[in-house]
């Protein structure tokens, strides 16, 4: 985010300029924040955009049975029990700490 004066009619004003963070680079460091793998990250960033657990073997050429390794060992980093609460945890909550 960045300030910078501006001036206007009535006097002196400050603009807010406000860029969206790229998505990859916001979720690596949310997850970063749980020690989540890298292949952990990719994992997410596919359930994320809606894809099921085959769909994610099959794009990252690996097995259905090590994807959910993957997503066993997101439950077990994040404390969470289901695909919605360590979403939620990762990208809005804190490590260590209950969501407010």
């Known amino acids: 985010m960045q300030t910078r004066p501006?001036?206007?009619p009535s006097g002196l004003f400050i603009g807010v300029s406000v860029e969206r963070a790229k998505p990859?680079?916001?979720?690596?460091?949310?997850?970063?924040?749980?020690?989540?793998?890298?292949?952990?990250?990719q994992?997410?960033?596919?359930?994320?955009?809606?894809?099921?657990?085959?769909?994610?073997?099959?794009?990252?050429r690996i097995a259905s049975s090590?994807?959910?390794?993957?997503?066993?060992s997101l439950f077990h980093k994040t404390d969470t029990e289901n695909r919605?609460?360590?979403?939620?945890?990762?990208?809005i909550g804190r490590p260590g700490h209950d969501d407010d």
């Open 24 to 41: 990859e680079r916001s979720l690596t460091s949310a997850a970063a924040r749980f020690g989540v793998s890298p292949r952990e990250v």
């Open 43 to 60: 994992v997410l960033t596919l359930i994320l955009d809606g894809r099921q657990l085959n769909e994610v073997a099959e794009q990252l």
């Open 66 to 72: 090590t994807v959910q390794d993957h997503v066993e």
């Open 6 to 8: 501006m001036s206007g």
């Open 84 to 91: 919605s609460g360590m979403i939620a945890r990762i990208l």
